[in-house]
């Protein structure tokens, strides 16, 4: 009995929301991606983000990110042991998202630039634990078709991913 509470409440909220977003340009996008590390270590690893924008122009929207990384890392500098980590990351970005063409093709391409914070949890091989709370950026281009859309993306610290996802409102 329990579960069809929950499923009335997520039903009660949602049907107002997906018809006030059809009014007020509102979408929330959920994504998966998997990526690479790119400057100074080796690695890879899984990406799941939550983004949410509000079209105030016609090309032009304000976009939030919120996103939870986990790569397997090597270090690959020559002065050191090149010990491997796993660096698990929560990046909280704001920003601008501006789409190349019109809203009346089905078919859009855009860019993102966000900014915000990041907090990044490394457990290294020999045991020790590196807290770091920072500043944080994407910068990704993605193509959307209706519900889905693909892209890749630059992230905080030092990731580039390749996402999937799709409109969720």
């Known amino acids: 009995m329990k ?6 409440l997520i039903t009660i909220i949602c049907i107002p929301l997906k018809i ?8 929330v996008d959920l994504s998966l991606g998997v990526g690479t590390a790119v400057f100074f270590e080796d690695g890879s690893g899984v990406v799941l983000g939550l983004n949410s924008h509000y079209s105030f122009g016609k090309n032009t929207s304000i976009e939030s990110m919120a ?19 796993i660096s698990k990351n929560l990046n909280l970005l704001i ?4 789409y190349f063409n019109n809203p009346e093709n089905k078919k859009r391409f ?3 630039a966000l900014f915000g914070l990041s907090k990044v949890q490394k457990t290294y091989s020999d045991g020790n634990i590196k807290n770091i709370f920072d500043k944080a950026l994407s910068i990704g281009l993605y193509y959307e078709q209706k519900p889905y859309l693909i892209g890749v993306g ?3 610290p030092d990731y580039l991913f390749l996402r999937f ?4 409102l």
């Open 165 to 168: 996802g799709f409109s969720i």
């Open 67 to 85: 996103t939870y990384s986990i790569m397997h890392k090597k270090e690959n500098f020559i002065f050191t042991s090149k010990r491997s980590s």
């Open 3 to 8: 579960y069809i509470y929950i499923i009335y």
């Open 20 to 27: 006030h977003a059809q009014y007020k340009k509102i979408g």
């Open 95 to 98: 920003g601008i998202r501006q």
């Open 154 to 156: 630059l992230e905080s």
């Open 110 to 112: 855009f860019i993102n």
